[in-house]
Nanobody, 127 residues
């Protein structure tokens, strides 16, 4: 029902930068939170940053001052600017979206809460 498409990952040297994008599509009625998680080999998935529809942001302590999350509500798109990258930032980054979509039963539309994950994009930072 709701699909997320990520892009922007790649291989960079320490100190470099990347910009990740995630676009949500489908029968979306509203989005209240968009964010980014990451998972390195042998670790649990962890929150990197998220942003509400109203613009309130939240960052993991490890990325504060280096990463910036932003969103375009009109396009249902969230971005993550990764600056001053370190080897410890190496991980698969997953987009996350939480909101409401609509289903149609032939007579009326029904709102339903959802959360959706992107396919993941690899970020690799070399020493």
């Amino acid at each position: 029902q709701v699909h997320l498409v990520e892009s922007g990952g790649g291989l960079v040297q320490a100190g470099g930068s990347l910009r990740l994008s995630c676009a949500a599509s489908g029968n979306i009625f509203s989005i209240n939170v968009m964010g980014w998680y990451r998972q390195a080999p042998g670790t649990q998935r962890e929150l990197v940053a998220d942003v509400t529809f109203g613009g309130t942001t939240n960052y993991a302590d490890s990325v504060k001052g280096r990463f910036t999350i932003s969103r375009d509500n009109a396009k249902n798109t969230v971005y993550l600017q990764l600056n001053s990258l370190k080897p410890v930032d190496t991980a698969v980054y997953y987009c996350y979206v939480e909101g409401t979509y609509t289903t149609y039963g032939g007579y009326y539309y029904t709102p339903q809460d959802f959360n959706s994950w992107g396919q993941g994009t690899q970020v690799t930072v070399s020493s």
